[in-house]
């Protein structure tokens, strides 16, 4: 009985003590939060402007006032640039078996946000109803266009696009039931062997608004091909579709490398082919999403043995490509367009092959990928590398900056 009473009193007096911190705890959050609701909103919103995107979604769950603070357009306004905000990844782990279909919750693979303050944090998806197969993960200034395409005989297929935001888990689904079907071209020449669709996402800081090009490649039984190119301006105004003249040359892949305002891709010279072609004679492609024209970039004046892909290193356009001198020695190096001239700013003699650099730190180190198996984390002044994790196959790291930008907003 003795031994009962002391075991109540123990736990009252626990319990009571638990009350009193969560009292207290209650206490000092309302003290601190109607301070800060009694400070100007000029204040305040100074206040926010320095925390980091991550820590910004912590404050908005506060109460409402934090919730209608954070979501001030001002607010919203200043954390809408990627320089503003620290890199991080974006993981896509996909099913072994690429014949899977994509279904609830919208991909049977899995996608997960790495950063420096939150560490490894799966992504919550957006859900769709009908099938899809999983298509480019493209990521611009806080949002990532997450792309997919119904599995069918017909070689025309039709793709659906999704605005999303990883932080804070908003989408929204581009034109229900998905992007306009390619049209055939208008020269009756045959029947349609292969249709190649390449896309391209990128954020014009001037108009505020989100662009997404598409470039279709047709191919017929004759042997000619056809390029056609539109492009969807996301804004206030909804989604516009606009039909822009065709580029000179076409892609071999989806890009968000974006400086400028210009979306960029690494395309093949069609002119160099068969026993002359070299991939050193490769040219990158811009599109400005201003002017929505289709420019060619001046690559580097050296020789390589290969331009591998282009990125964005420190707000710069960079180039990547080998140099190899003897048949034992090889480099890699990179290059970046700095006041319209491009500088050889790495070289790197560890014998790696097909770098692709992802970001740059603040510490001067570049988080980069190797024949899309590994991550590393490169460091210019020993010319040395950290590992930091194994890829394979199934496994695709792409660059995100976080945001709070919201696609409804748009």
Request: glycine share 6%; charged share 20%; net charge positive.
């Given at each position: 009985?003795?031994?009962?009473?002391?075991?109540?009193?123990?736990?009252?007096?626990?319990?009571?003590?638990k009350?009193?911190?969560?009292?207290?705890?209650?206490?000092?959050?309302?003290?601190?939060?109607?301070?800060?609701?009694?400070?100007?909103?000029?204040?305040?919103?100074?206040?926010?402007?320095?925390?980091?995107?991550?820590?910004?979604?912590?404050?908005?769950?506060?109460?409402?006032?934090?919730?209608?603070?954070?979501?001030?357009?001002?607010?919203?306004?200043?954390?809408?640039?990627?320089?503003?905000?620290?890199?991080?990844?974006?993981?896509?782990?996909?099913?072994?078996?690429?014949?899977?279909?994509?279904?609830?919750?919208?991909?049977?693979?899995?996608?997960?946000?790495?950063?420096?303050?939150?560490?490894?944090?799966?992504?919550?998806?957006?859900?769709?109803?009908?099938?899809?197969?999983?298509?480019?993960?493209?990521?611009?200034?806080?949002?990532?266009?997450?792309?997919?395409?119904?599995?069918?005989?017909?070689?025309l297929?039709?793709?659906?696009?999704?605005?999303?935001?990883?932080?804070?888990?908003?989408?929204?689904?581009?034109?229900?039931?998905?992007?306009?079907?390619?049209?055939?071209?208008?020269?009756?020449?045959?029947?349609?062997?292969?249709?190649?669709?390449y896309?391209?996402?990128?954020?014009?800081?001037?108009?505020?608004?989100?662009?997404?090009?598409?470039?279709?490649?047709?191919?017929?039984?004759?042997?000619?091909t056809?390029?056609?190119?539109?492009?969807?301006?996301?804004?206030?105004?909804?989604?516009?579709?606009?039909?822009?003249?065709?580029?000179?040359?076409?892609?071999?892949?989806?890009?968000d490398?974006?400086?400028?305002?210009?979306?960029?891709?690494?395309?093949?010279?069609?002119?160099?082919?068969?026993?002359?072609?070299?991939?050193?004679?490769?040219?990158?492609?811009?599109?400005?999403?201003?002017?929505?024209?289709?420019?060619?970039?001046?690559?580097?004046?050296?020789?390589?043995?290969?331009?591998?892909?282009?990125?964005?290193?420190?707000?710069?356009?960079?180039?990547?490509?080998?140099?190899?001198?003897?048949?034992?020695?090889?480099?890699?190096?990179i290059?970046?367009?700095?006041?319209?001239?491009?500088?050889?700013?790495?070289?790197?003699?560890?014998?790696?092959?097909?770098?692709y650099?992802?970001f740059?730190?603040?510490?001067?180190?570049?988080?980069?990928?190797?024949?899309?198996?590994?991550?590393?984390?490169?460091?210019?002044?020993?010319?040395?590398?950290?590992?930091?994790?194994?890829?394979?196959?199934?496994?695709?790291?792409?660059?995100?900056?976080?945001?709070?930008?919201?696609?409804?907003?748009?």
């Amino acid at each position: 009985m003795a031994i009962r009473i002391m075991r109540w009193r123990w736990h009252w007096h626990w319990r009571s003590r638990k009350r009193k911190a969560e009292g207290k705890k209650q206490k000092q959050s309302a003290s601190w939060t109607s301070s800060i609701k009694h400070l100007p909103s000029d204040i305040s919103l100074d206040i926010l402007k320095r925390l980091p995107s991550t820590s910004l979604f912590s404050v908005k769950s506060v109460c409402q006032d934090f919730y209608r603070l954070t979501s001030h357009p001002e607010l919203i306004l200043h954390h809408h640039h990627l320089h503003k905000n620290p890199y991080g990844l974006i993981i896509r782990i996909s099913p072994a078996s690429t014949a899977s279909y994509i279904n609830e919750p919208y991909y049977t693979n899995q996608l997960y946000l790495v950063d420096s303050r939150r560490g490894l944090a799966e992504i919550i998806q957006p859900k769709m109803k009908k099938k899809y197969n999983p298509g480019p993960m493209l990521s611009c200034n806080g949002l990532v266009c997450l792309l997919c395409y119904k599995k069918k005989l017909s070689p025309l297929r039709q793709y659906r696009a999704c605005l999303f935001n990883p932080l804070t888990g908003e989408h929204k689904f581009l034109l229900e039931p998905g992007l306009p079907r390619v049209r055939e071209s208008s020269h009756k020449i045959g029947t349609i062997v292969t249709s190649d669709q390449y896309f391209g996402f990128g954020f014009n800081a001037m108009t505020r608004e989100y662009k997404l090009v598409r470039i279709v490649k047709l191919s017929y039984e004759d042997g000619r091909t056809y390029l056609q190119a539109e492009v969807f301006t996301l804004g206030k105004n909804g989604c516009q579709i606009s039909e822009i003249d065709a580029p000179f040359v076409c892609p071999d892949q989806s890009s968000d490398v974006v400086v400028g305002g210009a979306i960029h891709w690494l395309c093949e010279d069609e002119n160099s082919t068969g026993r002359c072609y070299s991939k050193s004679r490769n040219i990158i492609l811009s599109f400005d999403s201003l002017e929505e024209k289709f420019h060619q970039i001046p690559k580097p004046n050296c020789e390589v043995c290969e331009f591998y892909n282009i990125s964005v290193l420190g707000g710069c356009l960079a180039i990547t490509g080998g140099f190899r001198e003897t048949c034992r020695t090889h480099e890699v190096h990179i290059w970046l367009l700095k006041e319209y001239s491009w500088t050889r700013e790495f070289v790197i003699s560890q014998g790696f092959m097909r770098l692709y650099p992802l970001f740059l730190l603040s510490s001067g180190e570049i988080v980069m990928s190797c024949d899309s198996k590994a991550l590393f984390c490169y460091h210019p002044e020993g010319d040395c590398f950290n590992k930091s994790a194994e890829l394979d196959l199934s496994i695709v790291a792409i660059c995100h900056a976080c945001s709070l930008v919201s696609p409804f907003g748009l």
